[in-house]
């Protein structure tokens, strides 16, 4: 007989994560400078951002006209997977699911590897309650960027309700070493759960 997990209150998955901007290619530090680096000047700050980084600050910022920005930002070809990633955050919060996904497997055409963009999917389809793709994505996620701890806890959810505790328990392990102590501590009742629940499986499976 299955085992029923309980989950602490705090067990709810992450939300979703905007893009920002992305970091540019480095210097190649075997390469001399042969200029100083400029001084600080004023600039004027609204003409030197693209129509992405306008549409990321006015989204920050909480700017109702973010996803049009964000829309211009497209058609204008700056940021493309990016924009339709955070098109995507704003259609779901708004609650048009359809255009949420459109969105987001939209920022998955242009960029496959778009880690953002598969962590985001497997988050609506966690709330539609298909966990078989929302493992999916989690797990292509994790693969592209490894380092991001907020996969591992919902990746670790998706499991552990699937009743898949093992590997449960290792994303959630990971999720705890990527973050601050104390932020790893509200992962501790989910964890002991997890691991009294794999021990009675297996204290079930080998008593006659």
Same mark, same amino acid.
């Given at each position: ?12 998955? @992450? ?6 901007? &992305? ?11 042969? @200029? ?8 004027s700050f609204a ?56 969105? @987001? ?7 496959? &590897? ?17 966990? &078989? ?19 591992? @806890? ?7 309700i699937n009743n ?30 997890? &691991? ?13």
């Amino acid at each position: 007989m299955a085992q029923i997990l309980k989950f602490p209150v705090c067990a709810s998955k @992450f939300g979703y994560k905007r893009v920002r901007k &992305r970091a540019k290619t480095a210097e190649n530090p075997d390469q001399l400078t042969l @200029f100083p680096p400029p001084t600080a000047q004023i600039l004027s700050f609204a003409s030197a951002l693209t129509p992405f980084e306008q549409a990321l600050m006015g989204d920050e910022l909480g700017d109702s006209n973010a996803g049009e920005l964000y829309r211009i930002a497209i058609d204008e070809q700056d940021c493309v997977a990016d924009a339709h990633c955070n098109l995507g955050i704003i259609e779901s919060k708004q609650g048009n699911t359809a255009k949420a996904f459109d969105c @987001f497997t939209t920022s998955l055409k242009y960029n496959p &590897r778009h880690s953002e963009a598969h962590y985001n999917l497997g988050n609506l389809y966690f709330d539609i309650n298909d966990l &078989r793709l929302a493992q999916a994505h989690y797990e292509m996620a994790v693969e592209i960027d490894p380092l991001f701890p907020n996969v591992y @806890f919902n990746l670790a959810l998706v499991r552990a309700i699937n009743n898949d505790l093992a590997p449960a328990i290792v994303a959630l392990t990971r999720y705890q070493e990527l973050v601050p102590e104390d932020e790893g501590r509200q992962a501790h009742e989910l964890l002991e759960n997890l &691991r009294k629940s794999l021990a009675g499986a297996k204290n079930a499976r080998t008593s006659p």
